[in-house]
């Protein structure tokens, strides 16, 4: 934002809060920085979580289980939708063959 546009906030911040101007932007603050603290604790967790995945796949990948012991575990299940067979061949010569 320029300062045009910031002097054009400041004057109608002026006509709608007159003398309650420092309290509503003391407010508004308080508002503000409780909000980018909520943030930012959102974000943290989110990071924490993705690292103990991270570290928790990791860790399963690096132990000494065998693939072996899911070969009991089988849901594979045929397609249910019909397998695609070409057209047959016609006989008949197409126009185009004709010309």
């Given at each position: 934002?320029?300062?045009?546009e910031?002097?054009?906030?400041?004057?109608?911040?002026?006509l709608?809060?007159?003398?309650?101007?420092?309290?509503?932007?003391?407010t508004?603050?308080k508002y503000?920085?409780?909000?980018?603290?909520g943030l930012?604790d959102?974000?943290?967790e989110?990071?924490?979580?993705?690292?103990e995945?991270?570290?928790s796949?990791?860790?399963?990948y690096?132990?000494?289980?065998?693939p072996?012991?899911?070969?009991?575990y089988?849901?594979?299940e045929?397609?249910?939708?019909p397998?695609f067979?070409p057209?047959?061949?016609?006989?008949?010569p197409?126009?185009s063959?004709?010309a």
């Open positions: 934002m320029g300062m045009q910031m002097a054009v906030i400041g004057v109608i911040a002026i709608l809060f007159g003398k309650n101007l420092p309290g509503v932007a003391k508004f603050g503000y920085g409780d909000f980018k603290r930012s959102i974000q943290s989110f990071h924490n979580a993705t690292r995945v991270e570290d796949a990791s860790s399963g690096s132990s000494k289980s065998s072996a012991q899911f070969d009991d089988d849901d594979f045929e397609a249910s939708a397998k067979e057209p047959p061949q016609s006989s008949t197409e126009k063959e004709l």
